[in-house]
């Protein structure tokens, strides 16, 4: 590896990535937290509100979809870079390849090498790997000033999602492994570092309805429970994540340092910890949960760093080479994919979505005369918000939905829409007296683009107090209630539609 390679290896995939950014439309999630940017806020439903402001600050420049999506696409670059920065300050003695290959790892991981969407993730891997980097290093020299700047990061981390828990989980394991008072010292100051966030968290949740509690620790586990699928997916997810050759590497090499360095030199202290026990929480979690491929991005690094001083340089070399050879698979499978025309993935269920994304033009030009002087809705999120962003008007949701379309709640008040006219859009056939009740007349139709069938459901006078009776009241047993030892100053769910009663288990 040279650092020629290197740079052009970085140069190619910043071009496919920024292509495939600007070539790609933006998906249902996309959606969602840039209305979350339109909107900006101390915080949001289901997750801290980092991502947010993120984009929050993006549009103010542009909102070009290669500008809002700029922070993933630089992603593994940046990374790469700090890799091979960071690791002379780790470690004495690693090698300028060894840098190299470390750094190319990190660059060419498979995710890394597709990866353009927004997500809450983006500033979570941004903030943790920057954070243990500065841990390794705390640990290395034993600094109050790199823990304190680990803690800073981690208060990032914390201010993104809720995932940056198990990096300060590992941080204390790590002490305590160490049992070193500077190593404890440094767990505290990190810790300190994020209770202004966590105070911010609070104080907005107990303001809101607690929904980031709800969502991510009870409203979205309806399917959680013992099962030997979840595993099994789990460990393909984590092959495909690391790489499929890492983790036979990692257990042959496992007790082996790289021959760089002398038999009295070890590996930097908090690395391994770093490495390892975060997918180990994750396994325990699969049995019971199915685990989400982009909730492993933020410690995929600190593997391959791991992995990359244990091999040796012939091995480092070909599972750079594999790395290289899967990517540019990766990058073919994509390029052939975007030429295959849309109706290819007609027979699939994800067809009416795909349709939704690719083709807002033309459903925009379908609603063009019915969704004026009407509330224009859908009934589901993730739709709603890509039908949102491609007209540049907000779409509410209609109907129960799931527990990921709670975000409509804190937006949308239906006493202010009392009387008014409806265009609800759907994906599905809508049943005879699905609305009926809910409007004082409805009439429905349905249009075909690219060969999906899409339904106008077009209600005329809203009622309000019957919605409230027959999906609000609903929406609140099921999606808010609240334990009685959260403390509570507002909900907005309680406050709006069921004056003086409480939302509450």
């Known amino acids: 590896m ?3 390679l290197f740079a052009a290896l970085l140069v190619l995939t910043l071009a496919f990535r920024s292509w495939l950014a600007a070539a790609f439309p933006i998906t249902g999630d996309e959606a969602y937290f840039i209305w979350w940017g339109w909107r900006p806020d101390w915080g949001f439903y289901d997750h801290p509100p980092m991502i947010g402001w993120w984009l929050a600050a993006l ?3 542009s909102e070009a979809e290669w500008w809002l999506r700029l922070p993933v696409i630089l992603q593994p670059a940046l990374l790469a870079l700090a890799v091979y920065w960071a690791l002379p300050n780790l ?47 705390a640990a290395r020299d034993d600094s109050r000033r790199w823990y304190l700047a680990a803690g800073l990061l981690l208060a990032g981390a914390v201010l993104s999602k809720y995932f940056a828990a198990i990096l300060g989980f590992a941080y204390l394991v790590d002490a305590l492994r160490r049992r070193k008072r500077g190593a404890l010292a440094g767990v505290a100051i990190a810790y300190g570092c994020t209770l202004p966030a966590l ?185 709603a918000v890509t039908l949102g962003y491609n007209l540049r008007q907000y779409v509410a949701v209609f109907g129960e939905a799931s527990s990921h379309a709670r975000h409509d709640d804190l937006l949308t008040d239906f006493r202010t829409l009392d009387g008014h006219n409806f265009l609800i859009l759907r994906k599905s056939e809508p049943g005879p007296d699905d609305y009926r009740r809910y409007f004082r007349s409805v009439g429905v139709d349905s249009f075909e683009v690219r060969g999906a069938r899409f339904w106008r ?49």
């Open 91 to 137: 470690l004495s003695g690693v090698g300028e390849q060894r840098r190299l290959w470390a750094a190319t790892l990190v660059l060419l991981a498979p995710v890394n090498v597709w990866n353009v969407f927004i997500t809450t993730d983006t500033p979570l891997v941004y903030f943790s790997v920057f954070s243990g980097l500065a841990w390794i290093r």
């Open 199 to 383: 105070v911010l968290m609070a104080w907005w949740n107990s303001a809101n309805c607690w929904p980031n509690f709800m969502f991510n620790f009870v409203n979205r586990h309806g399917d959680a429970g013992w099962s030997l699928k979840t595993p099994v997916l789990y460990a393909v997810t984590l092959v495909y994540v690391m790489g499929p050759p890492v983790l036979w590497l990692a257990w042959k090499n496992r007790r082996s340092a790289s021959a760089d360095f002398s038999a009295t030199t070890l590996p930097p202290p908090g690395l391994g910890t770093l490495a390892w026990l975060p997918f180990l929480l994750f396994a325990v979690l699969a049995a019971v949960k199915q685990i989400g491929l982009h909730w492993l991005l933020s410690f995929v690094p600190f593997t391959l760093i791991w992995l990359t001083l244990r091999l040796q340089p012939s091995t480092l070399q070909k599972l750079g080479l594999f790395f290289a050879g899967f990517a540019t698979l990766h990058i073919a499978a994509i390029l052939v994919a975007s030429r295959v025309p849309l109706e290819a993935w007609q027979k699939t269920r994800l067809y009416d979505g795909i349709v939704l994304s690719f083709e807002h033009r033309a459903i925009g030009r379908e609603l063009e005369t019915d969704r004026k002087d009407r509330v224009l809705a859908m009934d589901g999120y993730s739709n």
């Open 457 to 505: 459901v077009k209600g005329e006078g809203f009622d309000y107090a019957a919605y409230r009776d027959g999906v609000l009241a609903g929406v609140r047993q099921k999606y808010y209630a609240i334990p009685a030892w959260l403390p509570q100053t507002a909900c907005y769910m309680c406050d709006r539609y069921f004056s003086g009663e409480a939302c509450r288990r």
């Open 2 to 4: 040279t650092g020629r």
């Open 59 to 61: 549009s103010t420049v």
